[in-house]
């Protein structure tokens, strides 16, 4: 984050309308609001960005094969993100669709502008273009037919289109980005984009697309063959959306904005394409562009077709939304990928919010309910005899992370400043055990009793104050059961001890956080024991896998004779499969898909060597093949007539 404490505007990526968004996507956001938060907390104006990219060719794709329009593909998509973020509390300032006539338009002047200044020039383009990632490639990128990114392959196109001038502005992007050390973050990924400047020539950049190939984007205003490349105008909503050409106050308020907040998929062009055209614009570059690493299942990319892409909604319904937040801010060290399985997620659950903060905030509404007549007690003099019993320790512990807590998030490691606060919490949790309230009670020491149960719960309303950013609803909840009035915190109103009003009305609402167990679901795969050999696929770093790999997979056809649902699972089937010369038992994740009496005598394709494993407690000896696009999915099936049990290579 930035030094500068004027104002903070951040932003995320504008996301791609092509499907519905899942934890990526939920992740960049919950960051984006957690920083906000922290800063309406230091009452800093705050200006918070996230939106839709709806242009271009991966738009138009998953348009035609719904055969509904570009448009209407965005309108549908959409409502989903939108959903989203209010499920996860999610509290942006604005939200922009590239498609809106506030962005369409300030694209339109730029590029005019750019055009007539000579930034932009007409040329022949010759080269290999990539339609997953939307860009053309050098040949060095390719190292076969296939695209670097997407392992699809890549096609070869010669076309006239228009250029900006990206290349000369090499040396002063080295420059800019050498003298200023905070400006790409972490560090490392400053040294990874001055890598790729200083490798080679920078190329001019392609900022059109022929209407003959692509008719789904800004037309370009000086020629109307061709409509504007989809990575040019996306960028341009971080200005568009903040009054660029079209509300001068209001940009002069917000730009240059604080942090664009990215994952380091798209680092190139947030650090190379971004800064050259604000430079040719005339624009001040943004005073940092952060790029987090990655959400990984387990150890492996999450891809759709691996089927283990984490849907936020779900987590949402299963945990809560707070729980959800809680932990992608907390698990994850900013800069680096992170593992996420449901296993870790409720064991921190259950040791960081029910037993540290759950407890401890039950505990103490609990016993100012029985012992306080449901009143904050008096404002104690802390005695000796009181820092003997622990005050002091807790005292420090809050008073610590109020103050550092701070100084963690503005480097943006949030896991520590979150470690930082729990330690707070956790030191209120021990003193409490010190102090034993209930035994003083028991003796009728009630001078001790609201000694410690009003440095409990004025340490409690500061640590959830501190907490807020990260689970808003939770916090406010705790907040007002504690009788705090104002609910939406400022870092200035808990800076010091004592200032919890005596005599507040304390409620005691249900448990906050309730234990949960860990279930095994359809998403999880079962832990392997340690040397035993594993059919499960390991990708290497470019996601490839070796001949042997897939050679290690054995597939059969099947055909199903029996299939029924299994209760309380709403995605699950339970089949009888007849592979010829034996019988199996396979749970698969297709009822919502399927009725089970459609699936009776169909042909199959099942992988027969995979580790048996129980789902819901159901055993499943294999896992059959399916194909699917956005929420479509489609068994493999074979038609003809081979008999069950026939190998498939
Ligand atoms: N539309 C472009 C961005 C244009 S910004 C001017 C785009 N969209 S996207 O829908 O593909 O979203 C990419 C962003 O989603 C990543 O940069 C990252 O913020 C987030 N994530 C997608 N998958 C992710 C993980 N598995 N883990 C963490 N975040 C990732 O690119």
Redesign the pocket.
């Known amino acids: 984050m930035s030094e500068d404490t004027s104002h903070f505007y951040v932003t995320t ?4 309308v092509n499907d519905k968004p899942h ?3 939920a ?2 956001t919950i960051l984006a609001d957690v920083l906000a938060n922290y800063n309406r907390l230091l009452n800093i104006p705050t200006h918070f960005l996230t939106g839709t ?1 709806e242009h271009g060719q991966k738009v138009q794709e998953a348009a035609s094969v719904k055969g509904i329009t570009p448009k209407e593909q965005c309108d549908q998509t959409v409502v989903r993100f939108e959903e989203l973020w209010k499920r996860l509390e999610i509290k942006n300032d604005d939200f922009i669709r590239t498609t809106e006539k506030r962005h369409t338009d300030v694209v339109q002047k730029t590029l005019q502008d750019l055009f007539d200044r000579g930034e932009i020039y007409k040329g022949e383009y010759q080269g290999w273009y990539c339609v997953s990632s939307e860009r053309f490639l050098t040949e060095k990128d390719l190292t076969d037919e296939n695209s670097p990114d997407y392992g699809r392959p890549v096609e070869s196109i010669i076309e006239s289109n228009y250029f900006f001038k990206m290349s000369k502005y090499q040396d002063w992007l080295i420059d800019y980005i050498e003298t200023n050390p905070d400006f790409i973050q972490p560090a490392f990924r400053a040294n990874e984009t001055l890598g790729f400047l200083k490798k080679k020539p920078l190329q001019d950049l392609c900022i059109s697309r022929p209407k003959s190939r692509l008719e789904w984007g800004i037309e370009l205003p000086f020629d109307s063959d061709f409509v504007t490349y989809v990575w040019f105008d ?2 341009i ?1 971080y200005i568009s959306a903040v009054g660029y050409r079209s509300d001068e106050s209001m940009f002069n308020d917000l730009w240059p904005c604080s942090c664009h907040l ?2 380091k ?2 680092l190139t062009t947030h650090t190379v394409y971004w800064p050259t055209m604000l430079k040719a614009m005339g624009l001040e570059m943004p005073q940092s562009i952060f790029a987090h690493g ?2 990984l299942t387990g150890r492996t990319k ?1 891809s759709k077709s691996l089927g283990n892409v984490v849907d936020p909604m779900e987590m949402i319904d299963r945990y809560g939304v707070d729980a959800f937040r809680y932990f992608l801010v907390a698990e994850m060290k900013l800069g680096q990928d992170a593992s996420f399985t449901e296993e870790a997620f409720v064991k921190r659950y259950n040791s960081d919010l029910a037993n540290d903060l759950g407890n401890v905030a039950n505990r103490v509404l609990n016993m100012i309910c029985r012992y306080c007549n449901n009143r904050i007690p008096p404002l104690p003099v802390l005695t000796t005899l009181d820092a003997e019993a622990g005050a002091n320790e807790v005292l420090k512990a809050v008073e610590d992370a109020v103050t550092n807590s701070g100084d963690y998030i503005r480097d943006m490691k949030l896991d520590s400043a979150v470690a930082l606060i729990m330690a707070a919490v956790r030191s209120i949790n021990v003193y409490l055990q010190e102090r034993a309230p209930w035994a003083a009670a028991k003796e009728g020491r009630w001078a001790d009793v609201e000694t410690s149960l009003y440095v409990a719960a004025d340490a409690l309303q500061r640590c959830a104050a501190l907490l807020h950013p990260i689970m808003p609803e939770k916090m406010l909840k705790l907040r007002s059961a504690l009788g705090v009035q104002e609910l939406v915190p400022v870092l200035d109103k808990i800076r010091s001890f004592g200032e919890l009003k005596s005599g507040l009305e304390v409620n005691q609402p249900d448990a906050l956080f309730p234990r949960v167990e860990f279930k095994a679901t359809e998403l999880e795969v079962p832990k392997k024991k340690k040397k035993e050999k594993t059919m499960e696929p390991t990708t290497s770093e470019d996601g490839l896998i070796t001949f042997d790999q897939v050679m290690a997979v054995q597939m059969k056809t099947a055909r199903i004779v029996e299939a029924e649902k299994i209760e309380d699972a709403d995605r699950l089937l339970k089949l009888q499969v007849d592979l010829g010369d034996e019988k199996r038992q396979i749970v698969a994740g297709i009822a919502l898909h399927y009725a089970p009496e459609s699936l009776l005598n169909k042909t199959v394709v099942v992988v027969v060597n995979l580790k048996p494993a129980k789902l819901r407690g159901v055993i499943s000896e294999g896992m059959l093949l399916a194909a699917s696009a956005g929420d479509e999915l489609q068994l493999v099936s074979i038609g003809g007539d081979l008999p069950p049990g026939s190998v498939v290579k």
């Open positions: 990526p504008i996301y791609y934890i990526g996507h992740y960049t990219d996306a960028l909503n990215i994952g998929d798209i990655w959400w999450m």
